[in-house]
């Protein structure tokens, strides 16, 4: 499989390869590379309670601040914020046709959500560190 110019053309590109008879379709970023078995085991268990969508998360602990250029714009109340990480687990059906839909978004969620599913938030993993920078990767390769 190819990955596309965007996320969503990538999610897409990915999408077409699962066979129609999917029930359920996990989405998972290669930059996090320590996802577990009791990870896909969270996601998927929540699907089988009547969810559209899974999205590990975890709670955001730092205080959060809006920036306009470098001045402090606002502070945010973090309580209810979480991250949220892959894998993020969905049926099969609402996810297709949720990415059909063509939008584009920063994790595939946002497009279920747009959709009107329904998407529950299971607890994370904070070893499901996202690497985006070297040192990410050399805490990553710490842990192994």
């Known amino acids: 499989m190819t990955g596309g110019e ?3 053309e990538s999610v897409r ?5 699962v066979p129609e008879e999917a029930a359920v379709v996990l989405v ?3 930059a996090r590379p320590l996802v577990t078995e009791q990870m896909i085991e ?3 268990t929540a699907l089988e309670e009547g969810w559209d969508g899974a999205v590990p998360s975890l709670p955001v602990a730092d205080t959060v601040k809006r920036v306009e250029g ?3 714009a606002e502070t945010i109340d973090r309580e209810g914020l979480v991250i949220v990480q892959t894998p993020q ?3 099969a059906g609402i996810f297709r046709r949720a990415v059909e839909s063509g939008g584009e978004a920063s994790d595939c969620s946002t497009l279920v959500e747009a959709a009107g599913g329904r998407v529950r938030a299971v607890r994370g993993d904070p070893r499901l560190l996202k ?3 070297s040192s990410d ?8």
Do not use: K, M, Y
């Open 6 to 8: 965007t996320r969503g």
């Open 13 to 17: 590109n990915a999408l077409a390869q």
């Open 28 to 30: 998972h970023d290669a």
């Open 42 to 44: 969270r996601v998927v």
């Open 70 to 72: 470098e001045a402090v």
């Open 89 to 91: 687990a969905f049926v």
């Open 131 to 133: 690497i985006t920078e």
């Open 137 to 144: 990767l050399e805490l990553v390769e710490s842990w192994l």
